[in-house]
């Protein structure tokens, strides 16, 4: 037991002196801040528009016989463009939202400092990605690199020209009007030169890149981190993800929210990817995106702890019994808060094992059962409290199978857990035993 607690404050010394501070400035950098928060403000356009693609593409098999299923494809063929619109208009230029909102969120770090105006930010930003991403050809604006294929860039561009907006303030580079000037207008003037700027700087750049290489930028800052994206949707990158993520987690830093904005550039251009390939009926490619993570690797929320939760509402503990049935509404909507800080778990040693075990064995099996096609790839973006059994069968086109899945791995997790908690447990009953002998022994006194 010495020897496993030595171990123990080895590896917690580890994560709380070296990993939880470089995780805590990388997490309150206001690069990574307006990135994690771009990319959630535009996550409602990419959920409507991942529901419309599942209609569309209904999951059944085109020689089917059922009649319900059979006038779902029938209807979805015929009326296949009027259905993808919204699709087009949502996840197709996803990357669209993603560079307005980082600019946004990024100006909104410079309002006191600098002065600068985030929405200002926003429209400089969507013009220059427009202007590298998809210029103008025959009449038309092509979009094949406005969805996954141009997150990277939109994320380049939002950055470069707020910070280039930032300079220029510093240095007091621009028109200067009277203080008698309505803001809106001098806003609108301060704009003139950071367009020029852009204008000068990025579209040389792209007309050079076109020329030599056949390529726009987002084409080519693909093809740069192609290698880059091929290793996170392996499985040892998977489970470093979920490795660190967790051992955050137990260190009481919220390692979910870090790991997930540090890989939601990687995840939404997997899932573009897999949203082509559907298109065009073609094998999907990628495993490792948010759905992924969500309902089959943290189901019930970090650590897994539906399992645990399901181990605590048949405990003896009073204490544990009391969290299973408080936490268990809420585990099934992968909200676990109040298990992993009820029991307690953040920086229990009883449960460190299980905790960075559980998420990393659903890894494994559901990554297995992906690659080897026992269940269908994810398509939609879902609600991360979407119920796992649905939301699982939801993100993979409602694909049944994997709720069948989410329910294997749940009881995978509790057989993990169990022999962790049999052991808290009894730390626990030998506790609450002492606690009533020594207050039947306070009544006793006061009885006499």
Not at 40 to 48: E, G, H, Q, R, T
Not at 61 to 83: C, N, V, Y
Not at 295 to 320: D, E, K, P, Q
Request: glycine residues 6%.
């Amino acid at each position: 037991m010495s020897a496993n607690h030595a171990a123990f404050n080895l590896i917690f010394r580890f994560v709380e002196n070296y990993v939880s501070p470089i995780a805590g400035r990388i997490s309150s950098q206001r690069h990574v801040m307006a990135i994690r928060d771009g990319f959630i403000s535009a996550m409602p356009f990419m959920i409507v528009g991942s529901f419309l693609l599942v209609f569309a593409y209904p999951p059944f098999s085109p020689d089917t016989t059922w009649s319900f299923a059979r006038a779902w494809l029938d209807m979805a063929k015929q009326f296949e463009g009027q259905i993808l619109t919204p699709f087009d208009m949502t996840m197709g230029i996803m990357s669209i939202y993603i560079c307005a909102a980082i600019a946004y969120n990024l100006g909104k770090h410079y309002v006191k400092s600098h002065q600068l105006d985030p929405f200002m930010c926003a429209m400089l930003s969507l013009m220059a990605f427009l202007l590298v991403a998809a210029p103008k050809t025959k009449g038309t604006l092509p979009v094949d690199s406005l969805g996954g294929t141009g997150i990277f860039t939109a994320i380049l561009v939002a950055i470069y020209c707020v910070e280039m907006m930032r300079f220029l303030k510093v240095h007091n580079i621009g028109i200067r009007l009277p203080d008698q000037v309505p803001p809106m207008i001098k806003n609108s003037f301060d704009l003139l030169i950071p367009v020029l700027v852009v204008v000068l700087t990025l579209y040389p750049l792209s007309l050079v890149i076109q020329s030599q290489f056949g390529m726009l930028i987002p084409q080519a800052i693909m093809s740069i981190f192609k290698p880059l994206v091929s290793a996170a949707d392996s499985l040892p990158a998977i489970l470093l993800a979920v490795l660190i993520g967790h051992l955050l987690w137990f260190a009481g830093i919220h390692g979910a929210a870090i790991v997930s904005g540090m890989l939601q550039m990687f995840w939404l251009t997997n899932l573009g990817a897999n949203q082509t390939a559907l298109a065009a009926s073609q094998p999907l490619p990628h495993i490792f995106m948010e759905a992924f993570w969500t309902f089959f690797i943290v189901i019930g929320g970090s650590g897994a702890t539906m399992g645990l939760v399901i181990c605590y509402l048949r405990s003896r503990s009073a204490h544990l019994r009391s969290i299973g049935r408080l936490s268990v509404v809420p585990s099934f909507f992968n909200i676990n808060e109040p298990v992993i800080f009820g029991t307690p778990i953040v920086m229990n040693p009883v449960f460190f094992i299980p905790f960075l075990l559980a998420p990393m064995v659903n890894a494994v099996l559901a990554w297995a059962a992906m690659t080897f096609d026992l269940i269908g790839r994810v398509i939609s973006v879902v609600p991360w409290t979407a119920p796992a059994p649905i939301g699982a069968a939801w993100a993979l086109g409602w694909d049944f199978r994997a709720a069948i899945l989410v329910v294997v791995l749940a009881c995978v997790s509790a057989i993990i857990y169990f022999p962790f908690f049999k052991v808290y447990e009894k730390q626990l009953l030998e506790q609450e035993a002492e606690e009533a002998q020594r207050n039947a022994e306070e009544d006793n006194q006061q009885v006499a």
